[in-house]
Every structure is written in structure tokens, then in C-alpha cells.
T-cell receptor, first 113, second 113 residues
């Protein structure tokens, strides 16, 4: 596609529920990133893939967060046993290769109730 | 420790005026300094970026000024228009090491018609 596509756009989860957020990067983009953006804040880095390899997961806030990109294209961010503090917009971005600027998707707004 | 500090938090400018947003960074390994523009409900979009080997970069009405010794950089929006009303994020990355981009907390800009 022309841009980075994320789904769903909105997700409401009950506390304790597991959620899965999907990211379709721009075709051919090698690098893929996940960011978390709390209300009124800047995006904060979660994790980074180069093709299917997860090269950096230092930003994942707890072991309840897990990301994968098994075939080097689509990526899924999974959050287990959601908590209220997980409520945020989750942004996915991709870039052609290292050293190029990111293109962000519109994000998934997760609300945990 | 906040690696990229941005000010002001919010800014109101008359149409036709100059909008100025400032950022400071700590990590001397940073070698790429982008600015992102974000509209409500959308992901951040790359506006303009600079590398530390130049002191200024201009693209249309947008100019980045960079002061390497002071570890500061700023965005100037000339002839500000109501359509420029958005949240602006400065950011920094050590592209020679990884592609992780560290964002500032953002400046909410409102241009009065």
C-alpha cells in the first residue's frame, strides 16, 4: 500500500484481556518500529525490527508486551493481561532501510477499562 | 533522564507571524535531528531534518537552525498559517548506531486566523 496501515484503529479492552495490534508497513521497507504515545506526550520507543529480526526491544515496558514480524513484513504487537496504564496510542513506523526517515501509521488507540 | 528537551509546551502565534520552537539534547552521539508534525488522530509526519555538519536547513517556510556546541536546535515557521496548527515534535537519533528516534514531549502550536 501507499502508507503504513494499522488495525484496528480503536480498541477497547477490559483489564486483564489480551490484545493484538497489527501493522502493515510500506511494501519493501526493511525497518519497522513500534512506539507508544500517551495522551499529550511524545512517542516513546518500544521495539525495532530489521526484516524479521528483532534487534532492539529495550523499550518494551514489561514482559506482558511482545512483538513479532515472522516473515519480515506484517508485524503484531501483543499485550497480555492489559492494565489501565497500557492505555495509549500505539504507533507503527517503517523505513526503507537504515538512515532513512520513518513513515508512521495513524496508530491504534487502546483504551483499557 | 529526558534526552531531548523541547519548549515551549504550547504556542499561540498570529497568522503571518514567525513560530519558533526550541530543543536541546544531551547525547553527543546523536547525528540526525528531525522535526515531526502531528495532526489529531494521525501519526507524526516528517517535516524537515538536519544533520550536525550544517548549521541551517531551509525547506519552504520551515527552517531548522542547529548549534552543535550548545547542543540546541530550533524550528522556525515563517508566515505561519492556520493550517500549520498542529503538534510539533523535535527528535534525535544516532543513525550511525541504530535507527531509534528519541522524541521531545511536543509543542502544541495554534495559529490565530
Amino acid at each position: 500500500g501507499a502508507g503504513v496501515s494499522q488495525s484496528p484503529r480503536y480498541k477497547v479492552a477490559k483489564r486483564g484481556q489480551d490484545v493484538a495490534l497489527r501493522c502493515d508497513p510500506i511494501s519493501g521497507h526493511v525497518s519497522l518500529f513500534w512506539y507508544q504515545q500517551a495522551l499529550g506526550q511524545g512517542p516513546e520507543f518500544l521495539t525495532y525490527f530489521q526484516n524479521e529480526a528483532q534487534l532492539d526491544k529495550s523499550g518494551l515496558p514489561s514482559d506482558r508486551f511482545f512483538a513479532e514480524r515472522p516473515e519480515g513484513s506484517v508485524s503484531t504487537l501483543k499485550i497480555q493481561r492489559t492494565q489501565q496504564e497500557d492505555s495509549a496510542v500505539y504507533l507503527c513506523a517503517s523505513s526503507l532501510t537504515r538512515g532513512h526517515g520513518y513513515t508512521f501509521g495513524s496508530g491504534t488507540r487502546l483504551t483499557v477499562v | 533522564q529526558q534526552q531531548v528537551k523541547q519548549s515551549p509546551q504550547s504556542l499561540i502565534v498570529q497568522k503571518g507571524g514567525i513560530s519558533i520552537i526550541n530543543c536541546a539534547y544531551e547525547n553527543t552521539a546523536f547525528d540526525y535531528f528531525p522535526w515531526y508534525q502531528q495532526f489529531p488522530g494521525k501519526g507524526p509526519a516528517l517535516l524537515i531534518a538536519i544533520r550536525p555538519d550544517v548549521s541551517e536547513k531551509k525547506e519552504g517556510r520551515f527552517t531548522i537552525s542547529f548549534n552543535k556546541s550548545a547542543k540546541q536546535f530550533s524550528l522556525h515557521i515563517m508566515d505561519s498559517q492556520p493550517g500549520d496548527s498542529a503538534t510539533y515534535f523535535c527528535a534525535a537519533s544516532a543513525m550511525n548506531r541504530d535507527d531509534k528516534i528519541i522524541f521531545g514531549k511536543g509543542t502544541r502550536l495554534h495559529i490565530l486566523p
